[in-house]
């Protein structure tokens, strides 16, 4: 189920691609226009972090990568990932989201979801799993947006980049809840 995840998606104004290296140095641009973001991500993609994040990600099996570009500039703008996806279970999580400031506010981030539900959830999977850092407002926001619910949170359960330990809300969406 994992390798039907990994493809292409679009819905102009966002095209998805499985994350390559051709799209790692622009991806260091994106996530560079946003300075202060980064506290609040479990892995910072700033600097020599960038690189640090990169192999981690070489060295993680259980992830499906996504390079997420603005289609109407051809230019990447960010990334997003399906984790743990898990065809026993049917469930997967969407998650280690990250969008340049440039795309913010302006739906970007809903067509995007949209796409990734959407794929999920003909792909087989019957739940959706996001995990939110509490101080993300915008973020937590955003998946309530989606319809997904606040099922509870998680205390204290780990620790980011910044050595903060940090309480992480789990949301849920259910197939036959999905309507956008």
């Known amino acids: 189920m994992a390798e039907k995840l990994s493809k292409i998606l679009a819905d102009a104004p966002v095209r998805l691609e499985p994350l390559a290296d051709h799209h790692l140095e622009p991806l260091r641009a994106a996530c560079a226009e946003d300075q202060e973001i980064w506290d609040i991500y479990p892995v910072s993609m700033l600097d020599e972090n960038f690189d640090k994040a ?5 060295n993680t099996s259980n992830w ?25 279970t049917k469930v997967t999580e969407i998650g280690g989201t990250y969008i340049a ?5 302006s739906g970007f981030n809903g067509i ?3 796409l990734m539900i ?30 997904a619910t606040h099922e509870g949170t998680l205390r204290k359960n780990r620790i980011t980049w910044t050595n903060y330990v940090r309480d992480t809300a789990v949301f849920g969406l259910l197939k036959e809840e999905w309507s956008l």
């Not at 990169?54 to 070489?58: A, N, V």
């Not at 499906?64 to 026993?88: C, E, H, K, L, W």
């Not at 400031?101 to 506010?105: K, L, N």
């Not at 794929?119 to 947006?145: P, Q, W, Y």
Request: glycine share 8%.
């Open 54 to 58: 990169i192999q981690s990600f070489h």
């Open 64 to 88: 499906v990568r996504f390079a997420v570009i603005n289609s109407g500039t051809d230019t990447v703008v960010g990334m997003s990932n399906y984790i743990n996806p898990d065809q026993t």
């Open 101 to 105: 400031p440039s795309v913010r506010g």
């Open 112 to 114: 995007m979801k949209k």
């Open 118 to 147: 959407d794929h999920a959830f003909a792909c087989g999977f019957t739940r959706i799993e996001f995990r939110v850092d509490t101080r993300n407002k915008r973020s937590m926001a955003a998946v309530l947006k989606l319809g």
